[in-house]
């Protein structure tokens, strides 16, 4: 049981380069989320999905688009890379069922770099 | 709005003493309250969750969180520290209305036990 699967696990782009950050989960959950950590500030919310089919912004979305492809996969790009962008990127689903309410699971990270 | 407050950066035990991580927060309602463990290079990992009932919340690998209403805290917990423990833990709320993923995590804790 794979949980949540991101891909690549490191990149470096040059500023104005566009990359998209994969997502996959297996646990059949409908509720997707991308974070940003940065050092010193917790998680920061950018894009989140309800469901397959919706999208919706988060805290920092600006400089980000989003594809619910299907339940399983949620795809974050960047259009224009900017050095801003630099950080380390978190792909989540949410535990369904009220007893698992709030539970999230967590990719292992995608390690970006803008120069 | 919602917010949450690690007030401490780092902190240091030794193996076998008690540890504490310490946790406060503000919501407009009632509070779901979620403590995350993150160990180097990895995504963050479910510990525990406060939602509702028992004041003394149990979540795995032995840690314990207390949630104090009058305190507006929610301290995270454990008897005996292991140097397995040693890793990055953040706090995390929402109101009772929200969903997960727009949950709002501290800026993190970094754990240090000393053999």
């Known amino acids: 049981n794979a949980g949540v699967t991101q891909t690549p696990k490191f990149q470096v782009l040059k500023t104005g380069q566009s990359m998209t950050l994969q997502c996959a989960q297996d646990?059949?959950?409908?509720?997707m989320y991308w974070y940003r950590q940065d050092p010193g500030m917790g998680l920061r919310l950018i894009y989140y999905?309800?469901?397959?089919?919706?999208?919706d912004k988060g805290e920092v979305p600006n400089g980000y688009n989003v594809s619910r492809l299907n339940k399983r996969e949620f795809s974050l790009r960047l259009e224009s890379a900017a050095p801003s962008q630099t950080s380390v990127y978190f792909c989540?689903?949410?535990?369904?069922?009220?007893?698992?309410?709030?539970?999230?699971?967590f990719g292992e990270g995608s390690r970006l770099t803008v120069l | 709005a919602q917010s949450v407050a690690q007030p401490e950066d780092q902190v240091n035990v030794a193996e076998g003493n008690p540890l504490t991580v310490k946790c406060t927060y503000s919501?407009?309602?009632?509070?779901?309250l979620f403590w995350y463990v993150q160990y180097p290079n990895r995504g963050l990992q479910f510990l525990l969750k406060?939602?509702?009932?028992?004041?003394l919340v149990k979540g795995s690998y032995g840690f314990e969180a207390e949630f104090n209403k009058s305190q507006t805290s929610f301290h995270l917990k454990k008897p005996s520290a292991l140097v397995s423990d040693s890793a990055l833990y953040f706090c995390?709320?929402?109101?009772?209305?929200?969903?997960?993923?727009?949950?709002?995590f501290g800026d993190g804790t970094t754990l240090t036990v000393k053999p």
């Open positions: 989540a689903s949410e535990r369904e069922g009220h007893r698992y309410t709030g539970e999230l699971f």
């Open positions: 646990m059949n959950h409908n509720s």
């Open positions: 999905s309800a469901s397959e089919g919706t999208t």
């Open positions: 919501v407009s309602g009632n509070p779901y």
């Open positions: 406060y939602i509702t009932g028992d004041n």
């Open positions: 995390a709320v929402r109101d009772e209305n929200t969903n997960a993923g727009k949950s709002t």
